[in-house]
């Protein structure tokens, strides 16, 4: 793993700023860090940690732009979106899966991400068999982490019933479903998997309330021991209503009675929260992973970041649906969707810190939490994830301390992503990953293939 020596005219450190900063690295890990020294090794000009990607379903890359027209329905939504990615996901193979997997963790990187959690939930084969080995897919997962450098937190997908009411899953879903049993099976074999990937974890991923029954998710809830949890809450108003209509609570309130959420778990959007909920799920210790991009695409609604992060509440985020790679965009759809809600500016901000360095920091750190990896900040002893920026770009060539971050974020793009580091393996420079052609040729097959069936 990388070992050498990094140094960085400015860099963010754990205290805040430092100038002239000098990173020895050892086996992917930060060994030491000093500030104020002479030019050595690998320079740059402005070094930040670099993030977790906190929510990627990886296949849906290849989506991207299909769903933008409106069918016979008069009013397009989130559901009529799920049976087009139905369809699409019936014709993918494991080779497939394994070249789109790449291919996003190749944009992910050129964006400034060092690392992914992949809510891993295609497990199987059209129809709903299972492949001769039960982790084949999460197998395709790994494969395309090691090719491409990416840090991998895998998270295999329960997923047993078709809604609250322990239906049957539906022709779409058959390729998720496990029962507990199967799962825990599959969730060995796909740790086996990364045996391989010296930074790798694994968690569990209950999908949702209305995917798992109440006694498969405390079943998986026990079994996770130390992993991460991640779970879908609160995404859309239709789910809220069959969850209180099932269970008698909103998802958020029921979920914060019935198990002991801390800071192991991750909530993925929760979109749909009362003020009461936003500051109890706050007050866990929990992720919330925002995945502002994916969330506006869909329609889900707006988080109501300003009440949780004023409540001392942790997130991050994710790509999710992957139709849009871009660090620097999630974090400015995040506030912009806070703007256009309260009519203001600059409301994630606070009296001591920007709104990019909000943004940005917070990111990075529930980010690493949620993931459960070693990271989050550039200090000795964690995982050497880190992005270079161009401080020469027009947008940022005069501007210095947080201003950096605000004309990233709200100014600039992954364009001026000039390096990123994962785990210390040096996987892009000038803003390409070493084997953008390949991993490209290999996405381009697949697609022209899939295009031809579709």
Same mark, same amino acid.
């Given at each position: 793993m990388g070992t050498g020596v990094?140094?960085?005219?400015?860099?963010?450190?754990?205290?805040?700023?430092?100038?002239? +900063? *000098? =990173?020895? $690295?050892? %086996? %992917?890990?930060?060994f030491r860090i000093s500030p104020g020294v002479? @030019?050595?090794? +690998? *320079?740059?000009?402005?070094? $930040?940690?670099?993030?977790?990607?906190?929510h990627s379903h990886a296949f849906q890359r290849a989506m991207a732009g299909m769903t933008e027209a409106r069918g016979p329905d008069p009013r397009d939504t989130f559901w009529t979106w799920r049976q087009l990615m139905f369809r699409f996901l019936d014709q993918l193979t494991p080779e497939d899966v394994e070249a789109i997997a790449a291919f996003v963790q190749m944009e992910m990187?050129?964006?400034?991400?060092?690392? +992914?959690?992949?809510?891993?939930? =295609?497990?199987?084969r059209p129809g709903g068999a @299972?492949?001769?080995?039960?982790?084949?897919?999460? #197998?395709?997962?790994?494969?395309?982490?090691? &090719?491409? #450098?990416? #840090?991998?937190?895998?998270? @295999?997908v329960l997923y047993s019933q078709g809604g609250c009411d322990g239906r049957a899953l539906g022709p779409g879903q058959v390729r998720f479903g496990n029962d507990p049993e199967r799962f825990a099976r599959l969730w060995q074999a796909a740790k086996a998997a990364l045996g391989g990937l010296a930074d790798a974890r694994i968690g569990v991923a209950p999908h949702s309330l209305r995917a798992v029954s109440r006694d498969g998710l405390a079943e998986v809830v026990a079994a996770a021991g130390g992993h991460p949890i991640h779970m879908h809450l609160a995404e859309q108003v239709a789910e809220v209503e069959? +969850?209180?209509?099932?269970?008698?609570?909103?998802?958020?309130?029921? =979920? $914060? &009675?019935q198990h002991e959420v801390g800071p192991r778990w991750c909530l993925i959007h929760c979109t749909q929260m009362r003020p009461a909920e936003t500051r109890a799920l706050a007050a866990t210790g929990a992720v919330a992973g925002l995945c502002p991009i994916t969330e506006a695409n869909l329609g889900d609604g707006i988080f109501d970041g300003v009440r949780y992060l004023g409540a001392g509440g942790r997130f991050g985020v994710g790509s999710d649906s992957n139709i849009r790679i871009s660090l620097a965009e999630e974090l400015r759809q995040l506030e912009y969707s806070q703007r256009l809600r309260d009519r203001g500016r600059a409301v994630l901000a606070r009296p001591d810190r920007s709104t990019g360095r909000v943004l940005f920091q917070g990111a990075v750190q529930g980010g690493a939490q949620a993931a459960g990896r070693e990271s989050g900040a550039i200090a000795e002893g964690?995982?050497?994830? $880190?992005?270079?920026?161009? &401080?020469?770009?027009?947008d940022l060539a005069m501007r210095r301390g947080d201003g950096l971050l605000d004309a990233w974020i709200f100014a600039g793009?992954?364009?001026?992503?000039?390096?990123?580091?994962?785990?210390?393996?040096?996987?892009?420079?000038?803003?390409?990953?070493?084997?953008?052609?390949?991993?490209?040729? *290999?996405?381009?097959?697949?697609?022209?293939? =899939? #295009?031809d069936l579709l």
């Open positions: 990094i140094w960085a005219e400015r860099a963010l450190l754990p205290g805040g700023w430092a100038e002239k +900063v *000098r =990173l020895e $690295l050892r %086996g %992917g890990r930060i002479a @030019p050595e090794g +690998v *320079r740059r000009d402005l070094l $930040l940690p670099a993030p977790v990607n906190l990187l050129e964006a400034g991400f060092a690392a +992914v959690a992949e809510f891993h939930y =295609l497990h199987h @299972p492949y001769a080995d039960p982790a084949e897919m999460s #197998g395709r997962i790994a494969a395309a982490a090691e &090719a491409t #450098g990416i #840090g991998l937190t895998l998270l @295999p069959e +969850v209180l209509a099932a269970y008698g609570a909103r998802p958020v309130e029921w =979920l $914060l &009675a964690l995982w050497a994830d $880190l992005v270079a920026l161009d &401080a020469g770009h027009a793009d992954d364009r001026m992503v000039t390096d990123t580091w994962a785990a210390g393996r040096h996987m892009v420079t000038g803003g390409r990953h070493r084997d953008r052609a390949a991993i490209t040729a *290999r996405y381009r097959a697949a697609t022209a293939r =899939l #295009g």
